[in-house]
């Protein structure tokens, strides 16, 4: 494109999510930039303020207040928690905006459609944060696939494994450690994603039919050591323990956008000594066996597509490195890789050899990311949504609330089959 007109977003949750893609107008001022900020916490807001230069009258504690405040914007950005995902969704909707939403959409099907059917009544566009459709590590994937380069696609194995100190910040003694509490169990709030991917690279078909196991095997009180303390800082196995909270958070300051996220605190201005207090009270410093939650820590699924295509997905909560591992069977090729690699080896059938002719392909990463994560995918999203909103239409990753419909039926079905120990078969809407 020639030119880019700057686009402005409100963003409704200033929480992590929320800051990461707000921060794209520091990275890119003349593209984008933020016009205000909701959020209900007073110290969110004043944090909002300082970092992107806002006035008082930009700060909004509600969506309402924001409504009726006469503040104009290109769009806006639902960063907000999942269990308020739906109430925000249909209030920024109802207003007229077009939205960029944050995974998961929704926790269940009828909210899910609710959200795509009014956004089809507005006339309204839906964009959700599956942010590793935007890696050059997966978008050079849908290319091959797209141009036909190993054929029809017969089998997808997709693997995620995320390390202890993520599983632990997030899902034993974090925000999404509970599915009641949360409205997402594991497989939604972490590997839709995964489940997008799978629907996305492979959307010259749809999902028929899910089955899945799952459970949660480590993080039990019965596999505590016998006299382990309620917190860690006073266990006496703490020296010794991998999911030590005082080795986590205190030595090495793991995740420290979550961990001390309720001190109300910029990151930099927290003592040693108020964190260590914290931990004596609070769920990141209780022992990971005995802290709660009821999100599995590994779960396993199958998914048959209408065209005779089968895909599996293996996730892992607490593994000793993070990955996320692809491998594509089709009738005249493979691809297989590794994100973290930034390589994907292509192998194509040919006659002259038993086994194919075999290409390792270095997909650049993306360099310039001052902001944020995925592989680059968090940066990439913004840079598409700025000029698809500016009439460039190009992007592959970028598409209609619709086709990241599928891959949340995906993960609805696979929960009822691991429930119901069933096969599940996913509805034609």
Excluded at 38 to 59: C, I, M, T, W
Excluded at 255 to 273: G, H, Q, Y
Excluded at 276 to 296: M, N, P, Q, S
Aim: glycine share 8%; charged share 25%.
């Amino acid at each position: 494109m020639s030119e880019i007109k700057k686009l402005w977003a409100t963003i409704v949750g200033y929480g992590n999510r929320g800051q990461i893609y707000a921060d794209y107008s520091l990275d890119e001022p003349s593209e984008f930039g933020v016009a205000a900020i909701v959020d209900p916490n007073d110290f969110k807001l004043q944090e909002a303020k300082k970092r992107y230069g806002l006035s008082d009258d930009r700060l909004f504690h509600n969506f309402d207040e924001f409504a009726k405040s006469g503040v104009v914007c290109d769009f806006v950005v639902n960063a907000t928690m999942d269990q308020y995902h739906y109430e925000t969704a249909m209030q920024i909707l109802n207003a007229g905006y077009d939205m960029l939403m944050e995974k998961p959409i929704v926790p269940n099907e009828k909210q899910l459609m609710e959200i795509a059917n009014l956004a089809k009544e507005k006339g309204a566009n839906v964009f959700v944060c599956h942010v590793l459709r935007y890696t050059p590590f997966y978008r050079k994937i849908k290319e091959l696939l797209n141009a036909g380069t190993i054929g029809e696609i017969m089998t997808m194995e997709l693997n995620e494994h995320v390390c202890r100190p993520h599983f632990l910040s997030s899902y034993v003694r974090g925000k999404w450690n509970s599915e009641e509490a949360c409205g997402s169990g594991f497989l939604l709030a972490k590997s839709c994603h995964d489940m997008d991917l799978i629907c996305w690279l492979n959307n010259e078909s749809v999902p028929m039919q899910v089955a899945s196991f799952g459970n949660r095997s480590r993080f039990l009180p019965k596999n505590a050591p016998e006299g382990a303390a309620e917190f860690c800082h006073e266990c006496k196995y703490e020296k010794e323990c991998p999911y030590s909270a005082v080795d986590l958070y205190l030595e090495k300051n793991d995740m420290p956008f979550l961990v001390w996220d309720r001190l109300n605190k910029p990151l930099d201005e927290i003592t040693d000594a108020e964190k260590a207090e914290f931990l004596k009270h609070d769920i990141y410093g209780k022992c990971a066996y005995t802290c709660g939650g009821d999100i599995v820590d590994r779960q396993n699924l199958i998914i048959s597509f209408e065209n005779g295509s089968l895909a599996s997905f293996n996730m892992v909560g607490g593994a000793t490195l993070a990955g996320r591992f692809i491998h594509i069977v089709g009738t005249m090729g493979e691809i297989e890789g590794v994100l973290e690699t930034n390589k994907i080896t292509l192998r194509t059938y040919t006659r002259e050899s038993l086994m194919g002719v075999a290409e390792s392909i270095d997909v650049h990463p993306i360099n310039n990311v001052k902001f944020g994560g995925h592989s680059g995918g968090d940066y990439a999203i913004m840079h598409d949504l700025v000029r698809y909103l500016n009439g460039d239409k190009s992007s592959i990753s970028i598409t209609s609330i619709e086709d990241s419909i599928n891959g949340h039926l995906c993960v609805f079905a696979a929960e009822e089959s691991r429930k119901t120990q069933s096969f599940v078969d996913i509805k034609d809407e």
